[in-house]
């Protein structure tokens, strides 16, 4: 959970967590489904399918924890910082954990100013860290290191005259001698991947569920959801009905081809099996990801099955969509990512 969240966030998602999953074998019997439910909001669900799969494999061979860098790296999602930490921490493992704040303290106690981001400079701090480790007392001295980076040795303004191992800083000391030389220039800074710019349109389908138009009382309705890839952005998640646009359309233009799509995918078509109830365009929001500057237009689509949502789901060819259809209370209460909420 601590891989790309903030610590304040966490603490409720774990505790919440820990209390419905207490044991690695309970959450093996969770299913995936549920564990993004109560993962929603902490994103990059793929996280969330790790831990899944990883206590289901560990279950499935004894349920035994791996307790070395070279067992718990072959559990799903866990990489060498991972399982160093674990390693180290929680078993006196004498290895090393490398992250971003051991990167900056090594670059600047060595004045390390190669591209910390290549492959080949990331193998040797993790060789050097490997010198470092105190070997009766692993864990500690890992946690030491990132805390000093993550408090002392930060990215704009270290502040060195705290810091317990300024002596044997190279930066430090070449920046005393030199007024062009900076600690913060160590790490050397990377120009970052720029975002990419992305359009859907979503769609909010609502489908009627009484047959009878004349009825006066409230109709019962359900929404109609989609099930994301298994693999990429978002991968095995619930949405609703979208598509990705090549580049700004106008409204009539992003109807057609939610139109098209509903058609293809659902059977869902106003010229035959439905009626439009209400249909609304909503508005737009952005919603950003890592890598990704989503650009979202939502629209809101109530529609009336002529021969009911019985007949419907019966000529249905499932294809290669995965979807369902849900009630309103059960959408509530669903672990839907915060892009769907925000549509919602």
Not at 11 to 31: F, V
Not at 177 to 196: A, C, I, Y
Not at 265 to 276: A, E, Q, R, T
């Given at each position: 959970?601590?891989?790309?969240?903030?610590?304040?966030?966490?603490?409720?998602?774990?505790?919440?967590?820990?209390?419905?999953?207490?044991?690695?074998?309970?959450?093996?019997?969770?299913?995936?489904?549920?564990?993004?439910?109560?993962?929603?909001?902490?994103?990059?669900?793929?996280?969330?399918?790790?831990?899944?799969?990883?206590?289901?494999?560990?279950?499935?061979?004894?349920?035994?924890?791996?307790?070395?860098?070279?067992?718990?790296?072959?559990?799903?999602g866990i990489g060498n910082y991972t399982a160093g930490a674990i390693a180290s921490i929680a078993f006196k493992e004498v290895?090393?954990?490398?992250?971003?704040?051991?990167?900056?303290?090594?670059?600047?106690?060595?004045a390390i100013s190669a591209n910390p981001k290549d492959s080949l400079t990331v193998k040797k701090f993790w060789a050097l860290a490997a010198q470092?480790?105190?070997?009766?007392?692993?864990?500690?001295?890992?946690?030491?290191?990132?805390?000093?980076?993550?408090?002392?040795?930060?990215?704009?303004?270290p502040d060195c005259k705290s810091?317990?191992?300024?002596?044997?800083?190279?930066?430090?000391?070449?920046?005393?001698?030199?007024?062009?030389?900076?600690?913060?220039?160590?790490?050397?800074?990377?120009?970052?991947?720029?975002?990419?710019?992305?359009?859907?349109?979503?769609?909010?389908?609502?489908?009627?569920?009484?047959?009878d138009e004349s009825e006066e009382k409230q109709p019962n309705s359900v929404f109609l959801l989609v099930k994301r890839p298994d693999e990429g952005l978002l991968a095995g998640l619930w949405e609703f009905p979208s598509i990705i646009l090549k580049e700004e359309a106008n409204l009539t233009t992003r109807r057609k081809a939610t139109d098209s799509f509903l058609k293809k995918?659902?059977?869902?078509?106003?010229?035959?099996?439905?009626?439009?109830?209400?249909?609304?365009?909503?508005?737009?929001?952005?919603h950003v990801f890592s890598h990704i500057r989503l650009k979202i237009h939502v629209e809101l689509l109530i529609l009336r099955l002529k021969g009911g949502t019985n007949d419907w789901f019966e000529k249905q060819d499932k294809g290669t969509i995965t979807w369902k259809c849900v009630e309103s209370n059960a959408l509530s209460s669903m672990g839907l990512t915060s892009g769907v909420r925000k549509v919602m």
């Open positions: 959970m601590l891989q790309q969240t903030r610590v304040q966030t966490v603490i409720e998602y774990y505790n919440r967590w820990m209390k419905k999953w207490p044991t690695i074998r309970h959450l093996s019997e969770a299913s995936l489904e549920e564990v993004n439910e109560m993962w929603a909001g902490l994103g990059y669900y793929r996280r969330a399918r790790f831990l899944s799969e990883g206590a289901k494999m560990i279950v499935a061979e004894g349920g035994g924890f791996p307790g070395t860098v070279s067992a718990l790296r072959k559990v799903p290895v090393p954990v490398v992250d971003g704040n051991v990167i900056r303290v090594l670059s600047r106690q060595k470092l480790v105190d070997p009766c007392r692993p864990g500690d001295f890992n946690q030491s290191l990132m805390e000093l980076g993550a408090v002392i040795c930060t990215p704009l303004n810091c317990p191992v300024s002596a044997q800083c190279r930066a430090l000391s070449m920046s005393k001698h030199d007024n062009s030389v900076l600690v913060t220039d160590f790490p050397t800074k990377v120009v970052k991947t720029k975002q990419r710019h992305d359009i859907s349109s979503a769609c909010v389908v609502e489908i009627l569920e009484t047959k995918s659902f059977n869902l078509d106003p010229k035959k099996n439905c009626s439009i109830v209400l249909r609304e365009d909503v508005g737009e929001f952005v």
